[in-house]
């Protein structure tokens, strides 16, 4: 897609995680679709682990 036509189309958003960034697109009447999504409770020692290494 050449850069001037992907400049030029209207923005479309998936938001996932932060529902604060799709209402704020919401309220500047950009088209958005939320999908409520958080990761999975560290349920294991190794994921726990992980999470942590990550800052989590």
């Known amino acids: 897609m050449e850069v ?13 995680g ?4 799709a209402q704020d697109l919401e309220s500047r009447k950009s ?3 939320h999908v409520d999504w958080s990761p999975p409770p560290a349920s294991s ?3 726990g682990s992980l ?5 989590v």
């Open 45 to 47: 020692v190794k994921l």
């Open 18 to 21: 932060l529902r604060a960034f």
């Open 31 to 33: 088209p958005v679709v």
């Open 4 to 16: 001037d036509k992907l400049l030029n189309t209207e923005v479309r958003v998936i938001n996932v």
């Open 51 to 55: 999470l942590d290494r990550l800052g």
